[in-house]
């Protein structure tokens, strides 16, 4: 999974800094995934100075705080939950209101997740992942919903 690179390239601006971390997170059914961040610093409410650059102290400690913060929200979940955090940008909020303690930030986001290693398949676990079917299911009802509806009414019936 990565950003894209329009949206990638939007973020950056003239007088910012860029900071950008990556950690490794073992998932709770054996997977190691390799998670890049990557925020911005922004200007202060009320800043006069047109530069927003953060020092070495400051980004240093942004990139711990980030790691940190990926490490706790990640580790030990299964990935199927982090998938979904990925996908709803709730980490990216979680992210972006911790650092916003340090430095104000802007543009906060999950660059890249790499899977570095993945555990053998398990038939069983295998099959009991595609048991759940839900959302299987509701795609086959909605089907059979709209052919019962659909009526051809160009064809005349004598």
Do not use: H, W
Not at 34 to 60: D, L
Not at 139 to 158: I, M, R, V, Y
Request: aromatic share 4%; proline share 1%.
């Amino acid at each position: 999974m990565t950003l894209v690179r329009d949206r990638l390239m939007n973020m950056f601006k003239k007088g910012i800094t860029l900071i950008e971390a990556c950690t490794e997170i073992k998932t709770a059914d054996n997977v190691v995934l390799r998670v890049f961040a990557m925020g911005f610093t922004c200007k202060a409410f009320n800043q006069i100075n047109k530069n927003a650059k953060a020092g070495a102290g400051k980004r240093k400690e942004i990139r711990a705080r980030m790691i940190s913060e990926l490490q706790n929200k990640c580790s030990g979940k299964k990935l199927s939950e982090i998938v979904s955090l990925l996908k709803s940008n709730a980490l990216d909020k979680d992210l972006m209101n911790e650092l916003k303690k340090i430095r104000p930030m802007a543009n906060v986001t999950i660059r890249k997740v790499k899977v570095i290693r993945r555990p053998k398949v398990d038939l069983k676990e295998l099959m009991a992942l595609y048991s759940q079917k839900s959302g299987v299911e509701k795609s086959k009802n909605l089907e059979k919903k709209e052919t019962t509806e659909a009526k051809n009414l160009l064809t005349k019936t004598d």
